[in-house]
Each structure stands twice: as C-alpha cells, then as structure tokens.
C-alpha cells in the first residue's frame, strides 16, 4: 500500500470507484481508494441497477446523463461486461396532475439533451404486451433507459482505475482522519497510513461514521428500501424463446413503483410509506451484504396495483425479497462537493440512486478536484446547501419522507412538512395569525402568502383521483380544510399574491426576511480583501453595493448585499439558503495574516422590510431620523431608532418598489413589528410574503444564484455588466472573465413577455425556441402583477436578445409565442426606488 497520494478515496462502492476512475482519468495516477470489506459489499450489490434519467435537478439531470452515456462505452474501453440493458424505461400516467409533470420534466430535459418520448395507451401495450393500460392518460419513455449489472459495473471501474495507475486496496479499515501540521491529510487505517493532499468520503451508510472522524455532521441516514423478485413467468420466457427484446423497464408513479424483467420473471421495487430509517448511527464494524428482515405488509397497496397493472406478477411466487439500506439526504439528491470548513475534504455521498450518478458524481468531483470547479452548476447538490440545523432527528424524520415521496409529484410550489417548524423569527406566531402560508428554506419558515381571514378548502371537495399518490396539499388543519392546492399550474393562492403586491403599489407592505444569511467582515485588512475578491467596487461608508463574488473561470459563484457600517466593519447579506454555501466560501479565502475577521450574523439580526408607496410616511411617523430622499437616499443605509428599538436601515429591496430594510437585534425584532404593524393601521399596511416578493422581482429582472447567476454562465452574460468593474483593479475571475468575452459568449440575459398565457406561467428551465431550434432556457418566470404579463428572465443565444425579437417557449407542453422586452419591464428607470 502506498504511503503518499494525491487523493485518496474512502469507499469501495459504485460511487466511491467511479470517483477513482475519474480522478485518474484526469491524469492524476497517484490515487488511492481504501475498501474496508469488497468492493460493492455496501449497497451497490443489492441495488436493482435501473438507471433513470428521470429527474427535474439541473445538476442530478446533467449527472445522470453522463453516466448513462459512460456505461454505454465502458465495456469497449476496460474489456468488462457492465451487463448494460438498453431496454428504455416507461412511466406511467394515470392522473392529469402527473401528466404535467411529465410535462415539465419533458421540458427540462430538452434543454439538457435528454431525449424524451411521449407514448399513448395503445403505444404503452405495444411495448409492455403483459401490462393492462385501462385509466392511463398516457406515457413517457426514454429509450436510452436501462438497467445495468451494478458489481458489474464497479468491477468495470476499477479495472478502468487500476490501468490508469490507481490503487485499490480492499480489506483495509480507515481507523481515523487527521490534519498534518504541514496542511495535509493523514488517513490511518489498519494496514498502516497514507499522507495525501486531497481526501473524498464516497462512505455510503457509513458517511456519518467518516465524517466525525474530521467533525462533520454528515446529513446522511439511509433508508430502507425493499423489493420482490418473483419465480418466472411462462410468457415472458415464451418471449425470450421467440426472441422478443425484453418489455423494459415499467413504473407507474401513480402507484409509487418500478417493474422490470429479471431471469425470465420480474422485479417489483415500492417506495412505501412507513419505510424506517437505519444505520442511524452506522452500520457494525462487521458489516457486509446486509440485508434486513423484509416486512411486504408494508408493501400490500403497491403490490395490489401492480398486479392489476400486470397480472401477471400475481401468477407466480415469490423467490426473493431484498430489505437493504439506501443512503438519503433530506431532499433526496445527493451531496457532492467540498466539506465545509474544511480544505480539500471533499464529499460524494447520500446517493440515493448511486448506480445512476456514481459516473456523473465521480466525473463532476473530479473536475472540481483536479481543476478547482466543475463544469457543470452543482448547486442542486452541494453538501453546503443543508446547515447545522439538519441533525440526527432532523434527518430522521425528513429522511424517511424524502423516500416516500420519490414518487410523488414534484409540485414547483409544494412545500414538505416534516420537521417543521424548526427555525421561526421572534414574528412567526404573529404572521401565522395574520394568515401567513408558510414554505421553508435551509430549516427556516418563511411566508409564502397570506390568507384571508377564516379562508380555507375542505379537503372533501377536492376532486382527487383514486391513486395512491395523490396528494396535492398539506395536512388539513382540525376543521378538514387547507389553505393552499400544490399545481403546475396557476393555483388557488395566485389572486391573493396579486392582492398583495397590489397593496404594495398603493399602500405599503411589511414581511419578514430574517432567513437572510448575515456576516460580518471587519479588521485593518477588510477592505482591500473585499476589493481583491469582489466583482464590484467596495462602497465608502454609508452606502450599499450589490456585489458578486466570481468564480476563477468567470462565472458567478455568490452574490452579497456589502454595507460599512462602521469604519473597517463591513455586513454582507445573502440569500438564507445558500448561507452555509456563502460563507464557507469566504472563510476559505480569508488572509491568512488575520488582517481579516469574519463572523457569521444570521442568528444576530432579524430583519423587516417595510416596502410600497407610503413606506416612508409611515416609518417617518416612528423615527426622529430624516427619511427624506435628500437625506436618506437610495442604495445608502443608517443606524436609527424606531421608537425605543434602535436598528440598520438600509435603503434597498426586491420588489422595485419604495422601501427600507430594517436589521434589528433579535430580541428587538416583535417589539419592532408590532410597532410598525400599530402605526401602519392608518396606512393600509399588510404583510406580504415571498411568491408576491417573487412577481415583483421577475418585473424587475431581478437575478437569482443558480438560476440566472451561475458558474456556468459568465458574469457578463447574465448581464452584471454595471456590477461588474473590470476597470478597478485584479479582483478573482477577472483576467478569465475578459478572455471569456474576448472569445465570444454562448449565451445572452433576456427577459421576456410570454403571450396567451391563461393559466400555466413560465417557473423555470422551460425550453425556448425558434423556428424549431433551442435557443435557450428559462430561468426564472412569473405573473406580473404590475405590468399584467406573464414574463420570464432566460439564458438565449446571443443573436437573439435584442429587444422585440420573436420567440417560442414551451410550458407544460405547449407552445407560447414570446418576445424579448427590455430590463427591468416594470419602472425602467428605476424611478420608485428612488423616490
């Protein structure tokens, strides 16, 4: 065994070796993966080995499309059978809502190249002859779909690893993971140690175990999951025997399950409610292809289904049922990327569906190892996009329901409530009484909308269809009602959102932002390092800068609202979700001669924005403070009082609209709204919550992180040309970014007005069109309430973005005429802001 290596690899798994292939693919051959039983021992070798394309993540969508196209040309390149399946994958719809879906994962995957198929019916009984097709409304299918042998599989990848100059060492049992005083990581294990620059946990069930061996809270807890494999049926070896192809892969969602042929029988695979977590804290030392006591009561609705769906599988025994541990996060995508807080400790765990990432997985890691980024925008599965709040308990209960609804539909509004409410503002009770609908972001409840008062559906009127998957709501409060329908399409709450930013332009409005994620950066050193990191000039004291934190290629990595506050004491605001994400990346760039301290604040300050027409009006009533444009401008922030709660106000928001944000202590905060909320009674003023924050923004061409910002995106194209200063001085990204320009743009920042539109708006990675050609995507959509257009900020080709151009996109499966407006379709000139 070697005793020094580049990276090293823990994990023998799929996942694990398929990291190992690529690290050595990209030219690193001092690489070391540590096994500590056989490779595949873990859950690789009881994984059913389906590889779906099926997924409404960018990033997961993208992942799973490499490997697919990996495993396809692996054979030819190691000479091992990976028992590869091309038999296509169809799912099932038997509900409208379900057909929408469809419909909008259809849409993603154009823009991604995946190819998709809509099937009817009859096209359904043509492929599966042994399935009934009664009650569905149709199909889709990808016929690059498969299965695949996953021991198979790994094998594949590491013969590929080992020709390339890897090391494998299997039987080897990491006993603990220690920082070198030079900066480099020791792994000891039971064989002896190996000192390396770079360490990837690829652990499986065992990621909590690896992770406390270097102080992370891993938010892993596997699941378990079950699935039958029956004796074989006499038609479907009489189809062998005539040398039919195999039916494929079947699953009908509206019954949360998978089929597939397997030895002349089938495979039925449920995602059932009441699958328990396990391996809480980790599996035994001894562990190795485990398997749990199977418990098919838990199975009973699906394996009814099923076999109506195709009787067959009620007409012969059963010959195996397989109960092992499936890896989970609380979202159910995977976390791959770097650890936080730690340097060149890098994650790849949590693989729900590990055969069909582990390619993609190991192919991104690496880039992002070998060449400092990946290529593709990872944000849907950074390890950073969970926080300190996702725990054991946490885990368990979010675990479990991420599981249960793999099958459910992906509602762009639904909001999951397991373990909710966690974290609330000192003014959650208070919004809740004045009707607030509540989502939650990284742990935090946030209003959505708000109520009328005693509004509410009974649940019992609701028409719903006779499937299991059938929930299109939360939970009915004691009276059997709910507040809010989950749709693809415009739902019960979108002329009350409309309410609310109409009382924004006449009135004025208050809601909480306090998930913001908040530092503060000080010391003798801050600001020429802001200035060297940050995109945009480092504002003098007193005023506001939006501005971008870029990647070394060009892109757009973060985003913060800066404000100094006080001679060498900056505070930096942003998006509450990506708080972890956000400061993780700046702790890492911190000088290391401690010129520069930084401290997370989000915990510190609660923060109200009081927005709309009469804003200052009413705040004016509550401070001694001149609130006048002449001596509070816009884009400028002061220390007040509001009464006797002494707070930050600064002059800026994201709705477009007249406003303040005010940051007060946390303790302060409900002393602060209730007075606010007291004087405005003469004012009209009402809460507003964060679909109506959203409409506002979209008129505004507002952009968001991981949306129109992206490391895949240069700054320049998603527009950021007046934050961007190239004229300031060497700050990251900014020689690449040029180059970039200098070497010609893919894509252009556009905002669009999308006609006759009646009830399904633009949300997102729609694809757009032109004469039949993609030429885009959307990025963010929504009904404007303001200006009365359905409108969408996209990415397009750059020839196409000057205003008036003609356009298609496609929502929901159908085709809208669509025009390039100017920026900012609402107040252009920004004028309300300023006034």
């Given at each position: 065994?070697?005793?020094h290596?580049r990276?090293?690899?823990i994990?023998?798994?799929?996942?694990g070796v398929?990291t190992l292939?690529h690290?050595?693919k990209?030219?690193?051959?001092?690489v070391?993966l540590?096994?500590?039983r056989?490779?595949?021992?873990?859950?690789?070798?009881?994984a059913a080995?389906?590889?779906?394309l099926?997924?409404?993540s960018y990033?997961?969508?993208?992942?799973?499309k490499y490997?697919?196209?990996?495993?396809?040309s692996?054979?030819?390149e190691?000479?091992?059978?990976?028992g590869?399946?091309k038999?296509s994958?169809?799912?099932?719809a038997?509900?409208?809502?379900r057909?929408?879906?469809?419909?909008?994962?259809?849409?993603?995957?154009?823009?991604?190249?995946v190819?998709v198929e809509l099937l009817?019916?009859?096209?359904?009984?043509e492929?599966?002859?042994?399935?009934?097709?009664?009650?569905?409304?149709?199909?889709?299918?990808?016929?690059?779909d498969?299965y695949?042998q996953?021991?198979?599989?790994?094998?594949?990848?590491?013969k590929g690893?080992?020709?390339?100059g890897?090391?494998i060492?299997?039987?080897?049992t990491?006993?603990?993971i220690e920082?070198t005083?030079?900066g480099e990581?020791?792994?000891?294990?039971?064989k002896?140690d190996?000192?390396?620059?770079?360490?990837?946990?690829?652990t499986g069930?065992?990621a909590?175990?690896t992770?406390?061996?270097?102080?992370?809270?891993i938010?892993v807890?596997?699941v378990?999951?079950q699935?039958?494999?029956?004796?074989?049926?006499?038609?479907?070896?009489a189809?062998?025997?005539a040398?039919?192809?195999e039916?494929?892969v079947?699953?009908e969602?509206d019954?949360?399950?998978?089929?597939?042929e397997?030895?002349?029988?089938?495979i039925?695979?449920?995602?059932e409610y009441?699958?328990p977590?396990?391996?809480?804290?980790?599996?035994?030392?001894k562990s190795?292809y485990?398997?749990?006591?199977?418990d098919?009561?838990?199975?009973?609705?699906?394996?009814e289904?099923?076999?109506?769906?195709?009787?067959?599988?009620g007409?012969?025994?059963?010959?195996?049922?397989?109960?092992?541990?499936?890896?989970?996060?609380p979202?159910?995508n995977?976390i791959v990327?770097?650890a936080?807080?730690?340097?060149?400790?890098?994650?790849n765990?949590?693989?729900s569906?590990g055969?069909?990432?582990?390619?993609?997985?190991?192919?991104q890691l690496?880039?992002?190892?070998?060449?400092?980024?990946?290529?593709?925008?990872m944000?849907?599965?950074d390890?950073?996009?969970f926080?300190p709040y996702?725990?054991?308990g946490y885990?368990?209960?979010?675990?479990e329901?991420?599981y249960?609804?793999?099958f459910?539909?992906?509602?762009?509004d639904?909001?999951?409530?397991?373990?909710?409410?966690?974290k609330?503002s000192?003014v959650y009770e208070?919004?809740?009484?004045?009707?607030g609908?509540f989502g939650?972001?990284?742990?935090?409840?946030?209003?959505n909308?708000?109520?009328?008062v005693g509004y509410?559906i009974?649940?019992?009127?609701?028409?719903?269809?006779d499937?299991i998957?059938n929930?299109?709501?939360?939970?009915p409060?004691l009276d059997?009602?709910?507040?809010?329908?989950w749709?693809?399409?415009?739902s019960n709450y979108f002329e009350?959102?409309?309410?609310?930013?109409?009382n924004?332009t006449?009135g004025?409005g208050i809601?909480d932002?306090?998930?913001?994620?908040?530092?503060?950066?000080s010391g003798r050193?801050?600001?020429?390092?802001l200035e060297?990191?940050?995109?945009?000039?480092?504002?003098?004291?007193?005023r506001?800068?939006?501005?971008?934190?870029?990647?070394?290629?060009g892109?757009?990595q973060?985003e913060?609202?800066?404000?100094?506050?006080a001679?060498d004491?900056?505070?930096?605001?942003s998006?509450?979700?990506l708080?972890?994400h956000d400061h993780?990346?700046l702790n890492?760039l911190?000088p290391?001669?401690g010129?520069v301290?930084?401290h997370?604040?989000?915990?510190?300050y609660?923060?109200l924005a009081?927005a709309?027409?009469?804003?200052?009006?009413?705040?004016?009533?509550?401070t001694d403070?001149?609130?006048?444009?002449a001596?509070?401008?816009?884009?400028?922030?002061?220390?007040?009082?509001?009464g006797p709660v002494?707070c930050?106000?600064l002059r800026v928001?994201?709705?477009?609209?007249?406003?303040?944000e005010?940051?007060?202590?946390?303790?302060?905060m409900?002393?602060l709204?209730d007075l606010?909320?007291k004087e405005?009674?003469?004012?009209?003023?009402?809460?507003?919550?964060v679909?109506?924050?959203m409409?506002?923004a979209?008129?505004?061409?507002y952009r968001?992180i991981?949306?129109e910002?992206s490391?895949?995106y240069?700054?320049l194209?998603?527009?950021?040309?007046r934050?961007?200063r190239l004229?300031?001085g060497?700050f990251i990204?900014?020689?690449a970014?040029?180059?970039?320009?200098?070497?010609g743009f893919a894509n252009r920042f556009v905002?669009?007005?999308?006609?006759d539109?009646?009830?399904a708006?633009?949300?997102g990675?729609?694809p757009?069109?032109?004469n039949?050609?993609l030429?885009g995507?959307?990025?963010?959509g929504?009904f404007?309430?303001?200006t009365?257009?359905?409108?969408?900020m996209?990415m397009?080709?750059?020839?196409?973005?000057?205003?008036?151009?003609e356009?298609?996109v496609?929502i929901?499966?159908?085709?809208?005429?669509?025009v390039?407006?100017?920026?900012?379709p609402?107040?252009?000139?920004n004028?309300?802001?300023?006034a």
């Open positions: 065994m070697r005793t290596a990276a090293v690899v994990g023998g798994g799929v996942v398929a292939y690290l050595a990209k030219g690193w051959n001092d070391v540590i096994e500590r056989e490779l595949t021992s873990g859950s690789t070798w009881h080995g389906l590889l779906p099926f997924n409404l990033s997961v969508g993208q992942i799973h490997s697919v196209k990996l495993y396809d692996l054979e030819a190691t000479g091992q059978n990976v590869f399946k038999v994958n169809i799912r099932l038997r509900t409208r809502d057909w929408d879906e469809y419909m909008y994962y259809k849409g993603i995957a154009e823009t991604i190249g190819h009817t019916p009859d096209q359904v009984k492929i599966w002859p042994l399935a009934e097709t009664d009650g569905l409304l149709g199909a889709i299918r990808h016929p690059d498969g695949i996953p021991a198979d599989l790994t094998q594949a990848l590491a690893a080992r020709q390339m890897a090391e060492n299997r039987f080897t990491v006993t603990a920082r005083p030079s990581w020791r792994v000891k294990t039971d002896g190996i000192a390396c620059e770079h360490v990837v946990s690829a069930n065992f909590r175990r992770g406390a061996m270097v102080g992370l809270d938010p807890i596997p378990e999951h699935y039958i494999v029956t004796e074989p049926h006499p038609a479907i070896q189809r062998h025997a040398g039919l192809p039916m494929g079947l699953r969602s019954s949360a399950w998978y089929m597939r397997e030895a002349g029988g089938l039925l695979g449920p995602y009441g699958a977590v396990c391996y809480v804290d980790g599996p035994d030392d190795e485990e398997l749990f006591q199977e098919l009561d838990r199975l009973g609705p699906h394996i289904t099923a076999i109506a769906r195709v009787p067959a599988f007409e012969v025994g059963v010959k195996k049922v397989y109960n092992g541990a499936i890896a989970y996060t979202d159910g995977p990327g770097p936080w807080g730690l340097r060149n400790f890098w994650l765990e949590g693989h569906f055969v069909t990432a582990a390619g993609g997985a190991g192919w690496a880039e992002w190892i070998v060449e400092g980024l990946p290529s593709v925008d944000m849907g599965v390890p950073r996009r926080g996702a725990t054991r885990l368990r209960q979010k675990n329901e991420a249960r609804n793999v459910t539909p992906h509602y762009p639904e909001e999951r409530e397991a373990a909710r409410p966690l609330t000192p208070r919004l809740k009484a004045l009707g609908v939650s972001v990284y742990g935090w409840e946030r209003a909308w708000f109520a009328p509410g009974d649940v019992s009127s609701i028409d719903k269809p499937v998957t929930h299109n709501h939360p939970a409060d059997g009602k709910v507040k809010e329908i749709s693809f399409h415009r009350h959102v409309g309410n609310e930013v109409k924004l006449s004025v809601q932002l306090t998930p913001f994620a908040k530092a503060i950066v050193g801050a600001r020429p390092w060297s990191i940050l995109a945009n000039r480092i504002p003098k004291r007193g506001i800068a939006l501005c971008h934190l870029l990647t070394p290629r892109g757009v973060a913060f609202t800066l404000y100094e506050y001679p004491v900056f505070y930096l605001v998006a509450g979700a708080e972890r993780d990346i890492k911190l290391k001669d010129s301290q930084m997370t604040a989000t915990m510190t609660g923060v009081v709309g027409l009469r804003s200052r009006e009413l705040l004016q009533h509550l403070t001149d609130l006048s444009n001596a509070f401008p816009w884009l400028t922030g002061k220390s007040l009082s509001i002494d930050v106000a928001n994201f709705i477009g609209e007249l406003g303040f005010l940051h007060v202590p946390m303790p302060m409900a002393t709204f606010v909320m405005g009674s003469a004012y009209g003023i009402k809460p507003f919550g679909r109506a924050m409409s506002c979209v008129e505004k061409s968001n991981g949306r910002l490391i895949e240069a700054a194209e998603s527009g950021l040309d934050f961007v004229d300031k060497d990204g900014r020689d970014l040029i180059a970039w320009r200098d070497n905002t669009l007005e999308i006609l539109v009646t009830d708006d633009a949300r990675s729609e757009i069109y032109q039949g050609t030429v995507r959307c990025t963010t929504a404007g309430w303001r009365g257009k359905s409108l969408s996209a397009v080709r750059p020839d196409l973005g000057d205003v008036g151009t356009l298609d496609k929901l499966g159908k085709t809208h005429r669509a390039v407006v100017g920026e900012s609402f107040d252009a000139g004028e309300r802001l300023r």
